[in-house]
């Protein structure tokens, strides 16, 4: 029962808790026995005590089934301010309206906890539902009971995630204040790390990036400078062969048309001449002489569409959007990859079925999409060298190691370009990660887990296109480039 400086009054009017003139007189009653009013309070909305103008406010959550603890708590706090924000009140009558009023607050900063509500251990069980099954760690949680025994302190405060366990007939008026201030201190602060936690997160994620497309634009960068420097090498050389090997036919020719010519004029040639003709199988190199010239024509002509497609590839430096033909960009890329297809000790031939479309230029940025044909080409031959899985992608059956491209167009607008191997494919778990920047699966040393990340910034965010693989243990992968054809105009 209330004692003499803790006399309630009923009057809406009157404080119902005269304070003692040093204002700090006890505040709550002991519950045993003490009667709720018949106050009208429904406990589901804010309490009109808030700023009127919209303001930042300290949400606080008192949660008690005597009405007397809920007016006696407003007296207490109303003109409480903290950072110069005010407090506004949200009022629960039971455990079950806290979890509503919890959950659709979550921005709550503090709540005033009663044990003992509709069950002896409401309040607690409240306590598990907002730590584990909210997963608010947030709000500061004062357990206010009345009835020490339903809750003891010593095993509450380590059985349940409460920030502090007050007995109602100890908290004064100023004690209350007290706690509730520096329970929102705390709020404040854990607000502000978790402010700066995610600030950091983003940085971190920023700065991530940022390396991911500095490390591979320099190692795109520098094997395209190779590739430009070696291809300028060759051409030099190889327009000398090219360009003289027609004229050296044409003399050739000449020759032998002069030596027929004496033949034919002189059939009886002198002995010496008869034994050289002999010692160098004359007939026989009249024959194989064009033969041997067709196969230089082409030799020279097939170094010559190298070195056009290593000048095509390194075209890093081209930064604006042109019209591109993508079956040169990957044509370029497989010739590049030559070497890797061929067999050797580990695996055969990897064969390459090309099955293009008819597709018009399309406007990109062709050496960042040469980086990408790259990047997948050359994982599909990683995969290929490790093993040959089912080909589960598609239909068909091929035994060996083979890498298949697609390319079409989609509704006029979009090119489609699928590149699939017959490798042993990924697992579920993986397959989730590949884009992940610096994941890799591959020994240290042999991949930076970069290829897929900036694949995908350069398909997605450069050219505003989606970059997607599908793949299963066994059962081969299939990446699709999915380009937006769009005018320059
Ligand atoms: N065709 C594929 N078959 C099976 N796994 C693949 C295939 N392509 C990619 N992966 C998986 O995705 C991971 C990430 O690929 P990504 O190209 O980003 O990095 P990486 O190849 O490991 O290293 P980097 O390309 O930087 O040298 C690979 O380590 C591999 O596990
Ligand atoms: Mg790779």
Redesign the pocket.
Known sequence: MPSENQRVSNSATDAFFVFADNDDTFMFADENGEEPTNEDNSGSQAVPNSPPTPVAVWKVLIVDDDVLIHRATILALEDCTFESKRLTFLHAHSGAQAKYLIQTHPDTALILLDVVMETDDAGLQLVQYIRAELHNYHVRIILRTGQPGEAPEASVILDYDINDYRLKTELTRQKLITVVISSLRSYGNILTIENRNSELTLALDYLQQTQTQLI?AE?MSSLGQMVAGVAHEINNPINFIYGNLFHTETYVQGLLKLIKTYQEHYPTPVQAIQTTAESIDFPFLMEDLPKLFDSMQAGSNRIKHIVESLRNFSRLDEAEIKPVDIHSGIDSTLLILQHRLQANGQHPEIAVIKEYGQLPLVNCYVGALNQVFM??L???I???E?GTGDWGITSETFSLPTIRIRTEIQNANRVLIRIA?N????SES??K?????F????PVG??????????YSIVVKQHGGNLT?S?APGK??E?VIDIFIWSLD
């Open positions: 591979q190692k990047n997948i050359s994982n599909a990683d995969a290929l490790i191997d490798g042993l494919g990924m993986i397959l990660r590949i884009f992940n920047p994941f890799t699966t591959k042999s991949g930076t887990g970069l290829g897929l990340s900036i694949s693989c793949s081969g992968t990446f």
